[in-house]
């Protein structure tokens, strides 16, 4: 039995570290509001209190934290989910009909393909406003290619099998072979492209609300939360670490676990 890889377990920790904050958020509440602001209590170290400090307007730092997870996470199942439901029906489709259904579906891949998610994104809240939905609808457009891609690639490879063409023999219909044949091999490849999707999401909604496109003031995000205390740095640069730390780690966490898992599945075909 072969061992998972260390990149793996250590993706996982980090992964389940931003999870159970963002559910210690939803499910038990942050110490304190995170958007309620105290002058007397502005810029604060860790203490009791305040594990985390406080920021420039008196904020419990923990609290916008928390807050933040909630948002990161959100944004991120929104993108992966857009992606995922709309890329692999695609991706299988092409691979199925071929001629000019790949064709058509290939060359739209590669229309959206040529603006980056965060670009996107940009446009989007400009046209739309800057809300974190918009940003997470944004970079799940985004994020569709890359799932057509793969999904095609893998498809039109098991479509080849000898199996699938006994399927067809026996009078099964695509829909039949796809779903008991060709998803069930493409789940582990999926939540490969999830969690990279889930990374970009997370580290876009934190670009985007440090330049003011993302969640607005005074919501809790990560980003704004830089961006708000950039000039503090010298001052009260906790402020800027812990919602940095907390970007890197999810950021950090989802690739580990997606290079992780990537190896597994190439270690098990081997």
């Known amino acids: 039995m072969r061992r998972l890889p260390v990149t793996l377990w250590a993706g996982s920790i980090l992964i389940a570290m931003v999870v159970l904050l963002a559910l210690w958020s939803w499910l038990i509440g942050a110490p304190y ?17 305040h594990l985390m400090g406080t920021d420039r307007f008196g904020r419990d730092v923990f609290s916008i934290i928390l807050g933040g997870a909630q948002v990161a996470l959100s944004v991120g199942v929104v993108a ?3 992606a995922l439901l709309v890329g692999t029906p695609l991706g299988m489709w092409a691979a199925i009909r071929r001629g000019w ?14 603006f980056p998610s965060l670009l996107l994104a940009i446009v989007f809240s400009a046209v739309f406003g800057a809300s974190p939905m918009v940003a997470a609808v944004a970079i799940g457009i985004g994020a569709i290619p890359g799932f057509v891609r793969m999904v095609r690639a893998v498809t039109a490879r ?28 493409l789940a582990g490849l999926l939540l490969v492209e999830i969690a990279v999707t889930f990374s970009i999401a997370i580290l876009a909604e934190s670009a985007l609300s440090y330049l003011g496109l993302g969640t607005p003031a005074p919501e809790p995000s990560w980003g704004r939360m830089l961006y708000e205390h950039q000039v503090f740095i010298e001052v009260a640069p906790m ?6 730390l907390a970007i890197a ?7 580990l676990f997606s290079e992780g898992l990537r190896d597994a599945l190439h270690s098990r075909r081997s």
């Open 33 to 49: 509001d995170p958007v309620a602001a105290d002058a007397s209590a502005r810029l604060q170290g860790s203490s009791l209190e």
């Open 80 to 82: 992966a989910l857009i």
């Open 101 to 114: 259904v790949q064709g058509a579906v290939t060359r739209s891949s590669d229309v959206i393909q040529a």
């Open 158 to 185: 098991i479509l080849r099998e000898e199996y699938i063409t006994a399927a067809r023999s026996a009078g099964r219909n695509w829909f039949s072979i796809a779903w008991r044949h060709v998803l069930p091999n």
């Open 239 to 244: 402020t800027l670490v812990w919602p940095g």
């Open 249 to 255: 780690i999810s950021v950090l966490g989802l690739n």
